[in-house]
């Protein structure tokens, strides 16, 4: 089984290359951002409680991501493998999502992390803004998501670094060149 973590900031173009990840390698693409957003759409009782946070730019709570992903992997648990996007955001999730695979004798073959430069971030969030109307997508809400994101997210690469997981991946090159050093960074760790 094949799992892939990618993470990076708003904006990095981690759901553009997961999407490309999960159909080169045949994984199951595991986007909360997309999960929650559905639950919002939806207007769930779940969905009404995470508009709550993510209007003012804030983390969705541990539990109510965990528990949500649980049960999604659970459905799933037959594929080739995982790509996780944009999860784990905080080391909370990222030792639970440890615990979970180790349960599975699954875990975590490569940790990408999408680097891009803070000015080109705001660049293509409000670009994105433009095209999907994304409600999470206006300039405080984008430096309110960015803060949040410096302060629970970066620590995650010194967690997987001390794994020996983590792989940089230069974000601000063209789509397909990304995708390109990504390929490489799975083919040197993907299973035989």
Excluded: C, W
Excluded at 38 to 48: D, H, N, P, V, Y
Excluded at 58 to 82: C, N, Q, R, T, W
Excluded at 157 to 168: E, L, M, N, W
Aim: proline share 5%; net charge negative; glycine share 8%.
């Amino acid at each position: 089984m094949l799992n892939i973590v990618i993470f990076g900031p708003p904006g990095s173009g981690k759901g553009t290359q997961s999407a490309r990840i999960a159909k080169k390698y045949d994984l199951m693409h595991l986007s909360t951002g997309d999960m929650l957003r559905e639950e919002m759409e939806k207007e769930t009782s779940l969905g009404q409680k995470v508009s709550e946070f993510i209007d003012q730019g804030l983390l969705v709570p541990d539990e109510i991501v965990l528990k949500m992903l649980y049960g999604y992997m659970a459905e799933h648990m037959d594929s080739p493998g995982f790509i996780f996007d944009g999860f784990p955001r905080t080391i909370v999730q990222a030792e639970a999502l440890d615990q979970l695979l180790d349960k599975h004798g699954i875990p975590i073959n490569v940790v990408l992390s999408v680097e891009v430069e803070e000015k080109e971030l705001f660049k293509r969030i409000m670009g994105r803004a433009e095209d999907s109307g994304r409600s999470d997508d206006s300039v405080e809400i984008a430096k309110q998501r960015l803060e949040v994101y410096k302060r629970q997210s970066l620590p995650l690469i010194d967690f997987y670094r001390k794994q020996g997981k983590i792989v940089a991946i230069n974000g601000m090159e063209p789509v397909d060149e990304v995708f390109d050093n990504i390929s490489q960074a799975i083919e040197a760790v993907k299973p035989v």
